[in-house]
């Protein structure tokens, strides 16, 4: 395998510990969030040592320092998405509030009652409550575009709703669930051939594979810094230039202005229109580093390891009588491995597992409506990151066995 998995896993200082007495944590939960290497829990260490100040106010040493360190995460964070200017990244707080950005500022500006949104049916809540909170506002119509049985999107469905002329197309790029790596290159070629705007969800695809949002051509992308080896409480919404200068600010407050008046206010300029009120600045700084962490190791390094790794697990999981994998294979797919065991309930297949140091999770994983479509409450998913290894896929294969031993 590619990467030096041995000499990663001892930049994550989380992998010293054991979940109980002589029980080393195997944490097969990357999808729910990342670890953290010590490269980027020092980089806000020190900021707080260092140079702790608020941005874009002072004129002192520190606070310029701050600013410097904010500004120059995300001049990093431009590059590391190839977006044209660092304008045109702004910061938010997660994925899903970069989504809700696209909803009630783009959206509210722009939609009419009766104007189509395409979403998709595997898509995360946090690509679907904000457009049911707006067709119950506004009265748009949302279609999805169905979930074939492998896993995939059904392209020539799509096709198909593009005839009726939708205003958006928002999805994701990467399931949480299946690990469909969906044609974003062909869906937004489409959409845009169709006079649609198009949102990428991209909280999955980010942190695994090398995103291009030139080549992509998209108009939105979201994700967080949080599943790509950096802290919570930040994440990006990148989007077209002109289209975000057309936007009306989200959030109203200080930073986001150019004047105040007692009866008006004139917004700031990108990217600081979207960004109201005291940032997190020190999780910048943190985003900052683990875009310069994944860059040092190499994002086409990283998929390339987590490719073989799933492709080895899905081979291991399929083996063990009972357990039902959903998505497609390998070759469509990221990192993620959802199953059931036959009569157990994916939280006990959970809970069993933590007994060992494994951690998975089980649940609908914010995603009802896709475990809606494939008549199942919940499953158990495994998921992979660049500091994963085989053996540790052999101890999730050994442990579920286990559960299958203590159930009968
Ligand atoms: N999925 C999971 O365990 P936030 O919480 O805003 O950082 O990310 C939301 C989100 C949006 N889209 C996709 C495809 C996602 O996977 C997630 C987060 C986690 O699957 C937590 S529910």
Known sequence: ???????????????????????????????????????????????????????????????????????????????????????????????????????YSWARANLKAGDLVILTEMEHHSNLVPWHMLQAERGIELEFIPVTEDGLLDLSAYKTLLNRTPKLVSFTHMSNVLGTINPAGEIIRLAHEAGAMTLVDAAQSVPHLKVDVQALDVDFLAFSAHKMCGPTGIGVLYGKKDLLEAMPPFLGGGDMIKEVKLRSFRANSLPHKFEAGTPAIAEAVGFGAAVDYLSSVGMDAISAYEHELTEYALERLIEIPGVRLFGPDAEKKGGVASFVLDSVHPHDVAQILDKGGIAIRAGHHCAQPLHEKFGIPATSRASFYLYNTKEEVDLLVNGIYKVKELFG
């Open 1 to 103: 395998m590619s990467l030096d998995v041995g000499s990663i896993r001892k930049q994550f200082p989380i992998f010293q510990r054991e979940t109980s007495p002589g029980v080393p944590l195997i944490y097969l939960d990357s999808t729910a969030t990342s670890q953290k290497p010590i490269a980027v829990i020092e980089a806000m260490n020190e900021y707080y040592r260092r140079s702790n100040a608020n941005i874009h106010r002072g004129v002192h040493t520190l606070a310029e320092e701050a600013t410097a360190m904010y500004e120059g995460a995300r001049e990093k964070i431009a590059k590391f998405i190839n977006a044209p200017s660092a304008k045109q990244v702004i910061y938010t707080r997660n994925t899903t509030e970069s989504i809700n950005l696209v909803a």
